[in-house]
């Protein structure tokens, strides 16, 4: 808009057109183009800066389990889509809480026996159960759960694995499908906590947390950003970043999901 404005000051400071009017039409012709290109460049960076809002960390991916097992085909699906956690398994997913939000899809239409289990993982990727959940639901779609605090100590730098399983048929003791996935605590920097100091929305606050590649929070902000300023924005446009960056079954599933939010929200 400076260019804009720069521009209308030199046509106010030369009111007389110029002698040769074919000049001054190709003058005129070429100022309107550099006009539209630059509306066009910035329309085209502020597009391309919303598509890179989340950004993976750095890092080796996860050691062991991860991603989903088991059927696709039961648990009465109407949505074409299985259990599938709205989490990275590409990359270890950063958070900077001790009570992390889990979030997964559930397809199921009929009650069903769901199980979340959270584990620390060793440097030798073994794991050791921490906190286990289990209990009779009939909700489809979208899910969520909060880990509880003062249960145990979470530690900076270590790596966990939470798993959500679905029994389809409610009293059967077999699992039909299960979704693992890592998580790291990562401490922010100190821009990065200053940045979130002054935000002042659940909005702002997903936008910082997913630059910064955290994953868990910035999810988690945009969930209550979906239900007060940001209805349709943020959550499915960091679900269409983290399908792209896991590709395959899980990122086409992300993306399904992301159009089933459009219709529901969280």
């Not at 110029?18 to 910035?42: D, H, W």
């Not at 259990?83 to 009929?110: D, E, M, N, Y």
Request: proline share 8%; hydrophobic share 35%.
């Amino acid at each position: 808009m400076m260019k804009n404005n720069t521009h209308y000051a030199s046509i106010r400071q030369h009111p007389k057109w110029p002698l040769n009017p074919i000049k001054g039409c190709y003058q005129l012709a070429a100022g309107l183009l550099l006009t539209l290109l630059s509306l066009t460049s910035f329309s085209m960076m502020t597009a391309a800066a919303w598509a890179q809002q989340y950004q993976p960390p750095a890092g080796e991916p996860p050691v062991g389990p991860r991603g989903s097992n088991g059927t696709r085909d039961g648990c009465g699906e109407t949505y074409g889509i299985p259990l599938t956690a709205l989490a990275p398994t590409q990359h270890v997913g950063r958070t900077t809480s001790t009570t992390p939000t889990f979030v997964w899809f559930i397809p199921a239409t009929s009650p069903y026996r769901i199980n979340l289990a959270f584990y620390s993982v060793n440097e030798d990727q073994q794991r050791e159960l921490l906190h286990q959940v289990e209990s009779i639901e009939s909700a489809s779609g979208i899910v969520n759960f909060t880990l509880p605090a003062d249960e145990f100590d979470l530690s900076p730098g270590q790596h966990y694995q939470w798993q959500v399983s679905i029994a389809c048929v409610a009293d059967s003791p077999r699992y039909d499908q299960s979704f693992v996935s890592t998580l790291e605590i990562v401490e922010p920097p100190t821009a990065i906590a200053a940045a979130l100091t002054v935000a002042q929305t659940p909005l702002e606050k997903a936008e910082i947390y997913a630059e910064a590649g955290y994953w868990y929070d910035a999810l988690r902000e945009a969930m209550i950003a979906s239900d007060n300023s940001d209805p349709d924005g943020i959550a499915t446009s960091l679900l269409h970043e983290l399908a792209k960056s896991e590709g395959g079954l899980h990122g086409y599933y992300l993306i399904q999901i992301s159009e089933i939010l459009n219709d529901t929200g969280f």
